[in-house]
């Protein structure tokens, strides 16, 4: 069975950091792009990273662009997050979501991470 | 970037009624669209690729079609389990975007 397990959201200041994790298990994790998407609550989707299957090739939104870094680690199969300089405007819940083959959609998600900017 | 609008944001049915829901692309997107639900405090669902394409385990109930610009996801016998929140999302160029979502909600 395909899973994907987000961690490390919490309750972070203006200008903080915070790194997610998704570990992934049920599938050959190297051989997947994998996906950030997030989502204010009660609002919609925004994709905000990817990674290609041996972390060699990035790319982001322009809203995270410069302080967010997504990276990998297929001995471990898991994924990150590392956010910098986070704003308010970042608060939302972070799904990782696998890609389907080099495509950009996704058909598996985890089941987010809940990520809150405040003072 | 890519605009999907989605229309209607809301909905309310009943039980058995036949529902669609629309999504416009703000260019031409060929069938490079795809169809999520989500339940509240769930992650979303893949239901549909690549405009029609059902996804293993989703129930026939469900079908996609359009190309170009417009697409249209319907549900044909509305059942409990699928009142839910249905986004559209475009995956013909990146950044990858979704639509405003439709909830879908109990008359």
């Known amino acids: 069975e395909v899973q994907l397990v987000e961690s490390g959201g919490g309750l972070v200041q203006p200008g903080g950091s915070l790194r997610l994790s998704c570990a992934a298990s049920?599938?050959?994790?190297?051989?997947?792009?994998i996906h950030w998407v997030r989502q204010v609550p009660g609002k919609g989707l925004v994709w905000v990273s990817r990674i290609n299957s041996d972390g060699s090739d990035t790319d982001y939104a322009d809203s995270v662009k410069g302080r967010f870094t997504i990276s990998r680690d297929n001995a471990k199969n898991t994924l990150y997050l590392q956010m910098n300089s986070l704003r308010a405007e970042d608060t939302a819940v972070y799904f990782c979501a696998r890609g389907y083959g080099g495509s950009h959609y996704f058909d598996y998600w985890g089941q987010g991470t809940l990520v809150t900017v405040s003072s | 970037d890519i605009q999907m609008t989605q229309s209607p944001s809301s909905l309310s049915a009943s039980v058995g009624d036949r529902v669609t829901i629309t999504c416009r692309a703000s260019q031409s997107i060929s069938n490079y669209v795809n169809w999520y639900q989500q339940k509240p405090g769930k992650a979303p669902k893949l239901l549909i690729s690549?405009?029609?394409t059902l996804q293993s385990g989703v129930p026939s109930t469900f079908s996609g079609s359009g190309s170009g610009t417009d697409f249209t996801l319907t549900i044909r016998s509305l059942q409990p389990e699928h009142f839910a929140t249905y986004y559209c999302q475009q995956s013909y160029r990146t950044p990858p975007t979704f639509g405003g979502g439709t909830k879908v909600e109990i008359k």
């Open positions: 049920g599938f050959t994790f190297s051989s997947y792009w």
């Open positions: 690549a405009a029609t």
